[in-house]
């Protein structure tokens, strides 16, 4: 492989990792907003609520727990941790190409 075919393969993989570290992040910032009761008048809680809420929309009330914190660090931090998971191993997968 030519060392401008490999250079190219590891910008993709950057650009992944950068991808699902940022949507990990949102995702994060809208469990720690949620947990310390962040003013959701404020336009970046409510961005950051309106992204994560995208983000996370396909796990919406997969676990139901009766605590409202439990419920918001289960239902936002599995996609965390499926994004960073999938992205990383996304990325490697590039990377050997």
Known sequence: MSTRA????NEAAKVVVVLADLTALILGLWILFALVDANRANDLVTFVHAAAGWLAGWSHDLFT???D???????YGLPAVVY????HALAARIRRI
């Open 65 to 67: 727990m009766d605590a």
């Open 84 to 87: 960073v998971c999938v992205g």
């Open 69 to 75: 914190w439990l419920r918001t660090v289960l239902n």
């Open 6 to 9: 490999r250079y190219r393969n």
